[in-house]
């Protein structure tokens, strides 16, 4: 059964964004038997209540990536990334802008990006159409000063397209993808039942000078094309499976699992 959706009293996308994240440090820098920090450490580090930590514990449950213990969540699984699918909206609808907000970066978030760890970061969230027809629900992340060069041009076309249009070009994109479960209010955005699976990615874009632009996390329904997971275990690898992490992706500390 899918999680319940977060009650009233959580924001829907800080859940994700939780959960988004920590599904990020399970993969790259965590092993199984390793436990995730209490429930006040994650409130703190992530500027979020801790109904909204205990919703994106759930939904890393229902993933099968973690088991409850006395004193704190124990990883039981890592997330599995078999490909490097890019996963972009690059349909010819405009895409759904749902948010725009500041936020100081967390440990995982900081360490993608390149920042020290509380630095203010822009977080913006769309659903966008893909080129075979599906939805996206496309999360990135941008730091203080490609922030404010995104910021100043118009927040109408796709993501990549703003980019270009703020003078952000990047140099190289480093990506990796997996299917992962949709939870219920992924599966609402974009239109697809609880539960079911999409193609999730994480993709890092880097500068001719090394800094990383922008990060992303994506789940998508490209239109039919998602591979189901085996077992019943969607987006959840043992720790001995192989990593396929880009060896283009500048996020080194989380992407590449060092």
């Known amino acids: 059964m899918p999680v319940p959706s977060p009650s009233h009293h959580v924001r829907a996308s800080d859940a994700r964004r939780v959960r988004d994240l920590l599904r990020i440090a399970v993969a790259g820098r965590a092993r199984t038997g390793d436990l995730l920090p209490g429930e006040d450490e994650l409130m703190v580090g992530h500027g979020v209540p801790r109904s909204a930590v205990r919703a994106a514990l759930g939904l890393l449950r229902e993933e099968g990536l ?15 990334y078999p490909g490097r699918t890019a996963v972009t909206g690059t349909g010819t609808r405009v895409p759904r802008w749902l948010e725009r907000t500041g936020i100081a970066a967390p440990d995982v978030l900081a360490d993608w990006l390149g920042v020290p760890v509380g630095t203010p970061c822009l977080r913006t969230e769309c659903v966008s159409e893909t080129a075979g027809g599906g939805a996206v629900l496309e999360t ?96 959840a690898q043992p720790d001995s499976s192989a990593r396929t992490a880009s060896s283009e992706s500048a996020s080194a500390g989380v992407l590449s699992g060092r």
């Open 140 to 235: 990135h992340y941008l730091a203080t000063e490609a922030a404010a060069l995104l910021l100043a041009v118009p927040g109408t076309g796709p993501f990549d397209r703003q980019l270009a249009d703020a003078g952000l070009r990047p140099a190289r994109a480093g990506t990796r993808s997996g299917p992962v479960p949709a939870d219920p209010d992924s599966a609402a955005l974009l239109g697809v039942a609880a539960g079911a699976p999409l193609l999730g990615a994480e993709r890092t874009l880097t500068g001719d000078d090394g800094r990383v632009l922008a990060v992303s996390v994506l789940r998508a329904d490209p239109a039919g094309s998602v591979p189901v997971a085996r077992d019943g275990a969607a987006a």
């Open 66 to 80: 973690l088991r409850p213990g006395p004193t704190a969540h124990r990883i039981v699984a890592r997330p599995h």
